[in-house]
Antibody, heavy 115, light 112 residues
Framework: QVQLVESGGGLVKPGGSLRLSCAAS????????MSWIRQAPGKGLEWVSY????????YYADSVKGRFTISRDNAKNSLYLQMNSLRAEDTAVYYC????????WGQGTLVTVSS | DVVMTQSPLSLPVTLGQPASISCRSS???????????LNWFQQRPGQSPRRLIY???NRDSGVPDRFSGSGSGTDFTLKISRVEAEDVGVYYC?????????FGQGTKVEIK
């Protein structure tokens, strides 16, 4: 069955960096677009970024453009999100999700940006 | 950006009774390929979101048939024919026609 497992979250100071990972299994990862979605505490869902199956097409939300970088390693069935210059408003649970239709989601990893 | 507006934001429902959630987009969601990329998600308390409906009216595998989606253009609806206790949670519509996709604010369904 499809499994998406995020890791790498934690507490970081404003201006700091974190790298999130998402390990995929149960499907042919290299065939699928992948996305990062986030949810601030008690708030709704925000699409952060997505990457095409080959990595050639990438989109970012305006709120993270220039600070976050999405990437993937199809040989390792893994998706990444490098987050730099973190701000308090980036505090959220970050989910990875498969395909442009978001048919499968991971359990999420919590990122807290606070001094 | 395409703005997705859901109503109501809170929906108290009696067990066994129907429920309906509206979702309106600020632009047409019909893509150039003729498809309409409007999905519905359920997020139960403490859980990750789960997709229920894709492309307006297609139920995902394992989704009970009491859930149905309809609509076209800019107006869409999620209906639950008879609410069960396990349906408690927040429901989101999402458009994937105009990139980057956007979500509605969410509708909280609770039992009266």
């Amino acid at each position: 069955q499809v499994q998406l497992v995020e890791s790498g979250g934690g507490l970081v100071k404003p201006g700091g960096s974190l790298r999130l990972s998402c390990a995929a299994s149960g499907f042919t990862f290299s065939d699928y677009y992948m996305s990062w979605i986030r949810q601030a505490p008690g708030k709704g869902l925000e699409w952060v970024s997505y990457i095409s199956s080959s990595g050639s097409t990438i989109y970012y939300a305006d709120s993270v453009k220039g600070r976050f970088t999405i990437s993937r390693d199809n040989a390792k069935n893994s998706l990444y999100l490098q987050m730099n210059s973190l701000r308090a408003e980036d505090t959220a649970v970050y989910y990875c999700a498969s395909s442009t239709g978001l048919d499968y989601w991971g359990q999420g990893t919590l990122v807290t940006v606070s001094s | 950006d395409v703005v997705m507006t859901q109503s109501p934001l809170s929906l108290p429902v009696t067990l066994g009774q129907p429920a309906s959630i509206s979702c309106r987009s600020s632009q047409s969601l019909v893509y150039s390929d003729g498809n309409t990329y409007l999905n519905w998600f359920q997020q139960r308390p403490g859980q990750s979101p789960r997709r229920l409906i894709y492309k307006v009216s297609n139920r995902d595998s394992g989704v009970p048939d009491r859930f149905s989606g309809s609509g076209s253009g800019t107006d869409f609806t999620l209906k639950i024919s008879r609410v069960e206790a396990e349906d408690v949670g927040v429901y989101y519509c999402m458009q994937g026609t105009h990139w980057l996709g956007t979500f509605g604010q969410g509708t909280k369904v609770e039992i009266k």
